[in-house]
Nanobody, 123 residues
Framework: QVRLLESGGGLVQAGDSLRLSCAMSGGAFSAYPMGWFRQAPGKEREFVAV????????YYADSVKGRFIISRDNAKNTMYLQMNSLKPEDTAVYYC????????????????WGRGTQVTVSS
């Protein structure tokens, strides 16, 4: 069974950087497009970024474009989200997800989800 485990969240100040990791077990990591999503209190889960299995295709939400970078290391079964110039509005629980189709991820649908890691950005 595919399992996803996020790590790297924490409390930072505005302008700081964080790198989130998402490790997959129980599945063929390199076969899956992967994505990052986030959910702030009282808000719906929103798309952040996705990456295809060869790292050739990436998409970002407008709110993070130019600040966040999604990447993956298929040899380590791990996906990353480098978050720079963090803002208080980036505060949320960040989830990683995997699905067979990148279009489904862009539509906030996925077969597999992690449990999330909290990111809090203070002003």
């Amino acid at each position: 069974q595919v399992r996803l485990l996020e790590s790297g969240g924490g409390l930072v100040q505005a302008g700081d950087s964080l790198r989130l990791s998402c490790a997959m077990s129980g599945g063929a990591f390199s076969a899956y497009p992967m994505g990052w999503f986030r959910q702030a209190p009282g808000k719906e889960r929103e798309f952040v970024a996705v990456i295809n299995w060869r790292s050739v295709i990436t998409y970002y939400a407008d709110s993070v474009k130019g600040r966040f970078i999604i990447s993956r290391d298929n040899a380590k079964n791990t996906m990353y989200l480098q978050m720079n110039s963090l803002k208080p509005e980036d505060t949320a629980v960040y989830y990683c997800a995997a699905d067979g189709k990148i279009e489904r991820l862009r539509g906030r649908t996925a077969n597999y989800w992690g449990r999330g890691t909290q990111v809090t950005v203070s002003s």
